[in-house]
């Protein structure tokens, strides 16, 4: 019998372009799915005008009130140059005074502020653009503002990673060689590399942004004043997956083992963790044993690690936690604003992802569980505000939404014209 023989698909042997321009129709440079399957957690990539005539939303000065802001989560890194010797690095942690900041030196320090988009709409506004990964992936936008030279010195991150560039210029330097030393200098407060060998450089300009995957050294400084955004993934280590599910800490295992979706495709359902994302979780636990059909003795049931993950991964990295309303909605007061078609706006703070149950959904805000109807969820997960005549009228669902308000993850807002509605 004559055996056909099959010709294989050439294997392009191109490299992958580690610059590109953005366009209008394609803010990344390419479709969003090309972008995840060749770049995302695999190679870095600039693109240039990815924010097209970007308007910094936030000024300096507003920064540093809100670095003086109790619950900011602030820092300041100031550099000082040696000149036979590496430099030294000072660390200070706010929240700090007005007064801070006319003591300062008059270049290289850098102020920092996290989880600026829980506070300012405007910066939340920039996650828009980011609607091609899962919502829940999304941890924070922190803004560093930095005078000349100001640094926080050559680093890795172990998650992903957008920095914007929104005001003045910022010289980027990375190792692309995938055996790059990560060692840690041991004499200064930060994490900082003993060693650093750039492989590229590049000066970015407001709306350029750079994308750097998990592990990628990189050092950044300012020419001028400038202001960087850095739009930053959550990745829980497989220590703090197993510590949570399990109640004990996983001490030896290495912080860079973490949650990876590197074959993530353009998210179909804003907060929606599908079924793909619970294969990687059970990836993510391989000293665990999973019941196949949830009964087999010492096997973990899979509709169990669903809700955990859920719950987990709505409370993972929150810096703050809701308050709950001191006064309960009663039931008159609910049907009241249900006939005054107000609206509920969901508070900043409260993490929002949903798993499909059935014919229905579980959902889960800042780790509690809900069941409800998928409508529900789907709705939830995708806006911020709505009004509760949009959501489902079964009893279920509004004692949902009663819940979620009464613990002081949504906010029942006033309606016009009208007094309030509790």
Not at 44 to 71: Q, T
């Amino acid at each position: 019998m004559k055996r056909t023989m099959q010709r294989r698909a050439p294997v392009s042997t191109t490299a992958l372009p580690i610059e590109v321009h953005a366009r209008a129709s394609q803010p990344l440079g390419m479709p969003a799915a090309r972008f995840l399957r060749d770049y995302w957690q695999k190679h870095p990539l600039l693109i240039r005008g990815a924010f097209a005539n970007f308007k910094n939303p936030v000024e300096p000065n507003d920064l540093a009130g809100l670095a003086c802001e109790e619950l900011a989560l602030a820092r300041i890194v100031i550099e000082k140059k040696a000149r036979a010797a590496q430099s030294q690095w000072e660390l200070r942690t706010g929240p700090f005074a007005e007064a801070d900041f006319g003591k300062l030196p008059k270049t290289h320090w850098t102020l920092l502020v996290q989880d600026v988009d829980k506070w300012d709409a405007d910066v939340a506004a920039l996650l828009g653009h980011f609607a091609f990964l899962p919502s829940w992936r999304i941890d924070d936008v922190m803004i560093s503002y930095a005078e000349d030279g100001g640094s926080v010195g050559a680093h890795v991150d172990q998650y992903d990673v957008f920095l914007l560039q929104g005001l003045g210029q910022r010289r980027w330097e990375i190792d692309g060689n995938p055996h790059a030393p990560k060692a840690f200098r041991d004499d200064v407060e930060l994490k900082l590399l003993r060693e650093f060998t750039p492989t590229h450089e590049w000066v970015l300009e407001p709306g350029d942004m750079l994308y750097l995957p998990p592990g990628v050294p990189h050092h950044g400084v300012a020419l001028g004043a400038c202001m960087t955004y850095s739009v930053g993934m959550r990745a829980p280590s497989q220590g703090e997956l197993l510590g949570d599910f399990v109640d004990h800490l996983a001490e030896a295992l290495p912080e860079e083992a973490r949650y990876g979706d590197a074959d993530l495709e353009p998210a179909r359902q804003a907060g929606e963790i599908d079924d793909a994302a619970i294969e990687r979780v059970t990836a993510a636990l391989p000293w665990l044993r999973f019941a196949t059909d949830g009964s087999a003795p010492g096997g973990v049931d899979p509709a169990a690690l669903r809700t955990w993950f859920g719950q987990f991964i709505t409370r993972y990295r929150s810096a703050h936690a809701a308050q709950p309303n001191p006064r309960p909605l009663t039931d008159a007061a609910f049907t009241r604003a249900l006939a005054q078609d107000a609206r509920v706006r969901r508070n900043p703070w409260s993490r929002v992802a949903w798993l499909r149950e059935g014919r229905g959904a579980r959902l889960f805000v800042a780790g509690e569980a809900h069941a409800c109807s998928l409508r529900l969820a789907q709705l939830v997960g995708a806006e911020a505000e709505f009004a509760l005549t949009d959501a489902p009228a079964a009893a279920r669902d509004h004692a949902v939404l009663r819940a979620l308000v009464d613990a002081g993850h949504f906010a029942l807002l006033r309606p016009r014209g009208r007094g309030r509605a509790a």
